[in-house]
Structure formats: C-alpha cells, structure tokens
C-alpha cells in the first residue's frame, strides 16, 4: 500500500510512501496487556521499613494468670510506657505485620520474541482512526492515520516552531485535550513530587535527533520517541491500544528494515518474522458466498436429518424395540393377559344402586344371593376354627367343662396334653 506524505516547505501533500508492513500485522490486545504490565514492573524502586523498626524496646510477656492478654510488655516503672504492649504489629509504636524488605521481586521477565510482537500490535493499532479515536485522542480534523511529516521537523529546536507545525497539521486540538485535563492528583502522590495529572497526547517518533527533542519537549502532552527504541510503554499507555503518532519520513521509512517485511528479514531483529493473521480476508461469509467458491461446492442435499435426541429406552417404546425387538411379543401377552383377567371378574351392582327398567328386580336378586353366600362361607370359617367337624362346638364345650368340675381344687392339670 501507498501513503501521502506531508511537506511542511509548502504546507500541501506531496508524494506517496508504501505502508510498512509492520502497521497491517494482528493486534493482540492480550500481548499487549500482558507484556505491558511486566515490562511496566521494570522500573519500580525498591523500597522497605528498617529492619530494627518496632522492636528496640525491652519487653516481655508476664505469662498467665494475670489477667491480661500476653502479648510482650515494656519493662520497668514509673512511667505511662511500662506496662503497655510492644511489639506486636496491634500495639502502638510495634513493628509492621510482615515486614517490607528491599530483596522483594521488583521486576518481571518476558520473552524477547513477546516483547516484539507486543510492540508490532501497538504499531499496528496506532494505524487504525477508530481505535486512536476510542482511545480519546482528538483526531477528527487529521488529514489522514498514520500522519508522516517531512524530515524538517527533525531540525527544529524552537518550541513556536513546534506549535505552529501541530496547528498545521491539525493535531493542535489533542494537545489543547491534555493542557485542559491537567488537575491536581488525589491522594498522598501529590506531596511526592508527582502533584499534577493528565492525559497523554501525541507521540512524536524520528530517526535521527537534529534538535528536535529540544523543540517538542516543552509541549504539554508530547512525548518523543526514536524510531530504532521503540517503547511499548509509549505506544500503549496504561496498556491501551490507539496511539496518536506523528512519523517522520525517514523514521516511517526505516520500519521496514527494523522489523521486517513479509518479504525480507529485519536487518536487526534476529530470528524475528512479523506475526500473520490466520486469514488473510476475515470476511468469511463474503468469501463463502463467492463465486468462486460457490461453482465447486455441491447443492444442498434436502431432507437433512438432525441428530436424533438421546431418549430412555425404559420410557420410550420404541427405543426399546430398536434395543429389543422381543419387547413388541412380551407388550402384546401383557395386553392379552390384562383383558383375560379383566373378563373373568364378575362385576356385581349392590342392592343399594338403582337400576332402571326390567332389569332391575334380577340384578337386586342376583346382589342379595351373592350377599347371603358370602355370609354361610365367613360362618362356616368360623366354626371350623372353634371345633373340629367330628366334635360340634356346643357338644365340645359342655364335656370340657364337665371334666373339669370333676377335677378336684388344688391339683395342676397339664393341659398341654400326655406326654409322648
């Protein structure tokens, strides 16, 4: 691809530029974020309380059977200070709850190779309006992303020449965005020597220092950068993607030979080939739809059949009869069964039901016999359980009882019966 350039001589665009190929790579929003954030550890101080502190007094616990708790206690009398607890991390003038130390891990390591893929992604993003413009810069007025200006730049080292180079190319409207959002910080940062806060505006990147950092670095919200140091802290702040860069022609130049082409290797990066996307062209549905495509694919076949849902042989019969044929044999003699025995019961209206019509002096007939039948059988069952058919259960019952007038008082009778 092709790019204009803009001559700051005439104030007009004037030729093209091919596009680097490191600004169509992949963005990877999880590279950038996780290698912002190790590589963001790096320059942190060490930092820790004196060793000694809290714990130059001379206390001891005065044990059990005080009442008091046991934590250690300041010695001597005669003072507030004896007595009280020392020490401990809940006693006033104690030491801290684990102790900060200076040998802490202050720093985080991460692969050269993530590092540089990290940075492609946020080159890549810094190419993109809609995410510079997600991010908060003010880039509606810019005549074109990325913005390459001439090498002229790179020998101005008076600050109004600075400023009147952003009002012509319009990016004076980010930095009136940072001087505007400058505010006091909240909390105690503002006592230590970071009191105000804002916004980050555009990122100047050159190839060669003519005197260039000393005009730009004076404007609120610039920052300059080298194009042969590129720093992933720069070009994705707070690990954000959307970076307003302003190139130079020789800088936007020499990222083909830093990073490579899809092409050609980098000239300084070793073993370093520039990320792929899996496709080449993400609209997938555009290249389905093709008509290249579509002339190889065949016709949709009718009548597709969706995957059958698991069912429960158990509930389902005719999953059943897949697993069993034999099932169909053994429902049919379970049905033949049921209504052989259903025909066999003698279904009876009571005597208390009402019938209509003719029929109803023989069914209320039929009901009292069948009643009364019932009755002789449960009498017959109880007389047989009172007495033998041989022996009647009156004529029983008067020869036991004479025997037993008989039998004089006093004696134990067994009337278990004679032992064989």
């Not at 707070?238 to 030979?257: N, P, V």
Request: hydrophobic residues 35%.
């Amino acid at each position: 691809g092709v790019h204009r350039h803009y001559r700051t001589c005439r104030h007009c665009w004037k030729w093209t530029l091919p596009l680097p190929d490191v600004l169509i790579t992949p963005i990877r929003q999880d590279i950038v974020h996780r290698v912002h954030t190790n590589v963001n550890k790096n320059h942190r101080q060490s930092y820790g309380v004196n060793m000694k502190a809290g714990m130059q007094q001379s206390a001891i616990s005065w044990g059990t059977g005080r009442a008091v708790s046991r934590i250690p206690r300041i010695c001597g009398g005669g003072t507030h200070r004896s007595g009280q607890g020392a020490f401990g991390n809940q006693c006033r003038g104690g030491r801290m709850f684990n102790p900060t130390k200076m040998w802490r891990k202050w720093t985080a390591k991460t692969n050269n190779n993530e590092r540089r893929v990290a940075v492609c992604s946020a080159l890549a993003a810094s190419s993109v309006p809609a995410l510079l413009m997600a991010r908060g810069h003010r880039v509606s007025t810019v005549q074109e992303i990325p913005l390459v200006v001439a090498n002229e730049i790179e020998s101005m080292s008076k600050t109004k020449e600075a400023l009147a180079l952003l009002k012509t190319i319009k990016a004076m409207e980010d930095v009136d965005r940072v001087k505007d959002s400058k505010k006091i910080r909240r909390g105690t940062g503002k006592m230590r020597n970071r009191r105000y806060v804002e916004r980050k505006g555009p990122l100047l990147v050159y190839a060669s220092n003519n005197g260039i950092e000393q005009g730009f670095r004076n404007i609120p919200g610039i920052e300059i950068a080298c194009v042969d140091r590129l720093n992933l802290l720069k070009l994705a702040p707070g690990g954000h993607l959307g970076r307003f860069i302003i190139w130079t022609q020789a800088a936007f130049e020499k990222l083909d030979s830093i990073f490579g082409t899809y092409t050609a290797a980098s000239d300084v990066k070793k073993n370093f080939t520039l990320p792929r996307s899996m496709m080449n062209n993400s609209d997938l549905a555009r290249i389905i739809n093709s008509d290249e495509i579509q002339t190889k694919v065949r016709a949709a076949r009718a009548g597709f059949a969706k995957p059958s849902q698991k069912r429960n042989a158990l509930t389902n019969l005719g999953t059943m009869l897949k697993l069993n044929p034999y099932m169909a044999q053994v429902k049919r003699a379970e049905a033949a069964a049921g209504a052989a025995s259903a025909n066999k019961k003698r279904k009876l209206t009571p005597t208390n039901v009402k019938v209509g019509g003719k029929k109803s002096k023989a069914v209320k007939a039929t009901a009292r016999k069948c009643k009364d039948a019932k009755l002789v059988q449960m009498s017959k069952y109880v007389e047989t359980k009172r007495a033998t058919p041989e022996t009647p259960c009156t004529s029983f019952l008067d020869s036991y009882n004479r025997a037993e007038e008989t039998i004089p008082k006093g004696v134990m009778v067994d009337k278990t019966g004679p032992k064989k």
